[in-house]
């Protein structure tokens, strides 16, 4: 008997995959908007029942993050997702326009090709299986290889909800045996659909290249800033709870902390009370080594872990009630190393003697490797708030809210996503939060309201208020009847 390479096997599983969803997918197309609520409630409540389990096999799978924060992303992902999503319709008209005669027809797009990260394996898994079917569509998930278990528990609970509902189960798979042959034959594959990408950036870049409409999302380096007029506890309190969620593994977790200068001792003492570590000089080249790679790449042995393991992996000793370590940076690029996205509780923090000057400084982090995500704001001034909003090339501004929870829709009134778009300056297709919204298709059915000749009566009427009947040189009402005239006659 012949066994086949692992790649081959992975690309074999994956075209088999894809053609039992393509198969699922039609069946499941023809079902009402009800049926599809009933199996998206049952889902979600299978989900919120196996969020500490499926929180459990992640953190011990990837040794990323902490059991409870995983959990609250699996409830997140089920819970809260489909309580923003359950009335909403996505197949069949959804949308009535009596008076413009006008009326739209929800399409599911087909198959969906689902890019898993490790960072947030099950929660991932669970939201883009629950948007896509919510829409209509099947969907086949590739996982990353760390975390390969742990999302496929996910999908078998998954598909045995499905079984139960009597549709097809099929409807959610995952790659066993994940390959970069299989992931990038995905992609391409003339039976998918549509891509939702959530990886680094390459994986983005690829999927976005390959030549299947995609969804993906750029990297995060979330600056906050805190203004004088800011509640410093609460900000300090929300902020040091957003970094330290699940050890800083969710790409809108506060990368940078920008304070203005009026308040720096005042903020820097409630943030050592609410768990920060403040590096000394020494401690922080300790660190800027470990953080970063000689070749100026992450060090992946930090992503993901708490405070203090990562003190002791730099040979610092602290406080064991350490949530994040807060260093301040003089500047912004590759020669400094906190300015960067870190995946991990490492704060970075940069003093500014106004709100415009901070403003710059927010610019300059965005524009180092988070342009088009997220920024926060703590203030309670409205005018200056504002003006961030506007000047700011990211896509959420999370105002008085841990940037972290904010942009999920955790704590603010935002759709809950773990795919966050960073809209065309970030490379992405997108600015919103992905939504099953964004994985229809919209037909439109409109009733004709006027005949042609009122067309051309209204041009009539044109050219009387412009004062140019009789032209010799230029006769709009002739113009526009040839025009008509071709469009009637066209095939």
């Known amino acids: 008997m012949t066994t086949l390479d692992r790649d081959l096997a992975s690309l074999q599983e994956m075209r088999d995959l894809v053609r039992k969803a393509k198969a699922a997918q039609k069946e499941y197309k023809q079902c009402s908007q009800e049926k599809i609520d009933q199996v998206v409630k049952a889902l979600a409540i299978r989900m919120e029942k196996e969020s500490e389990n499926l929180a459990k096999l992640a953190v011990e799978e990837t040794g990323y993050g902490n059991v409870p924060d995983k959990t609250v992303k699996n409830l997140v992902a089920s819970k809260l997702l489909y309580e923003s999503i359950k009335d909403m319709k996505t197949v069949g008209f959804i949308n009535e326009d009596e008076e413009k005669k006008i009326y739209e027809i929800g399409v599911p797009v087909g198959v969906i090709a689902g890019l898993v990260p490790s960072t947030n394996p099950t929660s991932t898994a669970i939201y ?162 470990l953080v970063q790679k000689p070749h100026g790449t992450l060090n992946t042995r930090i992503v993901g872990k708490s405070a203090i393991e990562i003190a002791a992996m730099a040979g610092i000793k602290v406080p064991d009630d350490t949530k994040v370590i807060l260093a301040e940076e003089k500047g912004v690029g590759r020669e400094y190393p906190f300015s960067r996205e870190k995946l991990s509780p490492l704060l970075a923090l940069y003093v500014e003697p106004d709100w415009q000057r901070a403003c710059e400084k927010c610019i300059e982090i965005l ?125």
């Open 128 to 289: 883009k299986a629950i948007i896509a079917l919510k829409a209509g569509n099947a969907i086949v998930l590739s996982p990353h290889p760390a975390a390969k278990g742990c999302i496929l528990e996910s999908v078998k609970g998954m598909r045995a909800v499905l079984v139960e509902e009597g549709v097809p189960e099929d409807l959610i798979s995952c790659i066993s045996i994940p390959t970069m042959e299989a992931t990038d034959g995905l992609m391409k594959h003339d039976d998918v659909n549509l891509i939702l990408a959530t990886g680094g950036s390459a994986m983005v870049k690829a999927a976005y290249s390959s030549g299947t409409p995609a969804l993906g999302v750029g990297p995060g380096n979330v600056p906050v800033f805190v203004e004088r007029t800011a509640d410093l506890p609460l900000a300090a309190k929300r902020i040091v709870q957003g970094k330290s969620f699940d050890n800083g593994t969710i790409c809108a977790s506060e990368q940078a902390l920008v304070v203005e200068g009026a308040v720096f001792e005042p903020m820097l003492k409630e943030l050592k009370k609410q768990g920060c570590y403040f590096l000394n000089a020494e401690e922080k080249a300790l660190m800027d080594k």
């Open 367 to 491: 524009e180092y490797g988070g342009e088009g995500h997220s920024l926060g704001i703590h203030s309670n001034n409205e005018k200056i708030i504002r003006e961030f909003a506007l000047r700011k090339p990211a896509s959420r501004i999370l105002v008085n809210t841990s940037t972290t929870h904010g942009a999920v829709g955790a704590t603010t009134n935002l759709m809950p996503a773990l795919t966050l778009g960073c809209g065309a300056i970030g490379g992405s297709a997108t600015s919103d939060n992905i939504n099953p919204m964004h994985l229809i298709d919209i037909r439109r059915m409109a009733y004709g309201v006027r005949e042609v000749e009122d067309v051309v009566d209204m041009s009539k009427t044109l050219v009387g208020k412009n004062g140019s009947e009789g032209s010799k040189d230029y006769d709009l009402e002739q113009v526009v009847r040839k025009i008509l005239s071709e469009m009637i006659n066209a095939k």
